[in-house]
């Protein structure tokens, strides 16, 4: 069973940085696509930056030029760096990954990291 293991979540001041670590376990493939996604409260979850199928990466509008994902293949793991954070930035961060068995596909999402910018 596939496991998204988070971390690096926490509170930081406008204009500070983060960086958050995701760990895909359970699994002897490598994922399709994985990437982050945020949900603030109230909102719906939206796309912040991921590593698609054919091999691009793909970012929000809203933070490109200001965080920049990145993975290690021989962990299985992607991080997400944030710099120049702002308050809206606060939300809950998940880590997605889709395995590709065949033409099945498979979402797995992370518990769920907070990260908190104060202005």
């Known amino acids: 069973q596939v496991q998204l293991v988070e971390s690096g979540g926490g509170l930081v001041q406008a204009g500070g940085s983060l960086r958050l670590s995701c760990a895909a376990t359970?699994?002897?493939?490598?994922?399709?696509?994985m990437g982050w996604y945020r949900q603030a409260p109230g909102k719906q979850r939206d796309l912040v930056a991921a590593?698609?199928?054919?091999?691009?990466?793909d970012y929000a509008d809203s933070v490109r030029g200001r965080f920049t994902i990145s993975r290690d293949n021989a962990q299985n793991t992607v991080y997400l760096q944030m710099n120049s954070l702002k308050p809206e930035d606060t939300a809950v961060y998940y880590c997605?990954?889709?395995?590709?068995?065949?033409?099945?596909?498979?979402?797995?999402w992370g518990r769920g990291t907070q990260v908190t910018v104060s202005s």
């Open positions: 590593f698609t199928s054919i091999g691009n990466t």
């Open positions: 359970g699994s002897n493939f490598y994922p399709a696509a």
């Open positions: 997605h990954a889709v395995y590709a068995l065949g033409i099945a596909e498979y979402d797995y």
